[in-house]
Nanobody
Framework: VQPVESGGGSVQAGGSLNLSCVAS????????MGWFRQVPGKEREGVAT???????RYADSVKARFTISRDNAKSTQYLEMNSLKPEDTAMYYC?????????????????WGQGTQVTVSS
């Protein structure tokens, strides 16, 4: 059930990265998925979520730059990150929920990946 992220790395400002997260889970399509990020010394913040019906929600700081999507057949969610900024540098975590619909708060999520580092240089 524990999600596994991949795709992090280093990129220059203005560049792009794509993250993936596999979470083998029965009836994957029924549940909300999300991406969070954390910088050392700060609280983890919600970046994007996608409900079971495909409704996506984004933090204001990433709107129009990041896109969350899911492929239920592959039990995988994605985060496409464009126009990256140095302030996007963080450890990125994927998470899955026991609910079909969720918001950008940690309280909606129950299973967490180990994280993948994203570093954006200026």
């Amino acid at each position: 059930v524990q999600p596994v992220e991949s795709g992090g790395g280093s990129v220059q400002a203005g560049g792009s990265l794509n993250l993936s997260c596999v979470a083998s889970r029965f009836a994957y399509e029924r549940y909300c998925m999300g991406w969070f990020r954390q910088v050392p010394g700060k609280e983890r913040e919600g970046v994007a979520t996608i409900d079971s019906d495909g409704t996506a929600r984004y933090a204001d700081s990433v709107k129009a730059r990041f896109t969350i999507s899911r492929d239920n057949a592959k039990s995988t969610q994605y985060l496409e990150m464009n126009s990256l900024k140095p302030e996007d540098t963080a450890m990125y975590y994927c998470a899955t929920s026991k609910f079909g619909y969720c918001r950008l708060g940690e309280e909606y999520f129950h299973y967490w990946g180990q994280g993948t580092q994203v570093t954006v240089s200026s």
